[in-house]
């Protein structure tokens, strides 16, 4: 439960998503860990600002609210398990990432 008493279930989404952008810049676009930390904080906010604004605006209070923040969350792991750019995930396939 938040300050104003709403029950968020996708908080790993936000740390989900700070995780892979972290990793894609380092792994993919050669930034430095010092540089990820940052553009991984700000990825994080941006989807919980989205998450936020989308949910909001619809009005949904309580249970509603959680499920769907809770589908926000299962919709982002469909999709970073199907996009190339994460690797499509460990159990699809396995890949090497040298350049």
Do not use: H
């Amino acid at each position: 439960m938040g300050l104003q008493a709403k029950c968020l279930l996708a908080m790993w989404l936000f740390f989900g998503v700070g995780a892979y952008v972290s990793t894609v810049m380092q792994m993919r676009f050669g930034f430095s860990p010092w540089w990820g930390l940052p553009g991984a904080a700000l990825a994080g906010a941006l989807v919980a600002g989205f998450v936020a604004v989308v949910s909001f605006r619809a009005g949904l209070k309580g249970s509603y609210f959680a499920l769907i923040t809770l589908a926000f969350g299962e919709v982002l792991r469909i999709i970073s398990n199907s996009v190339d750019i994460t690797g499509g995930g460990l159990m699809n396939k396995k890949k090497s990432y040298k350049k």
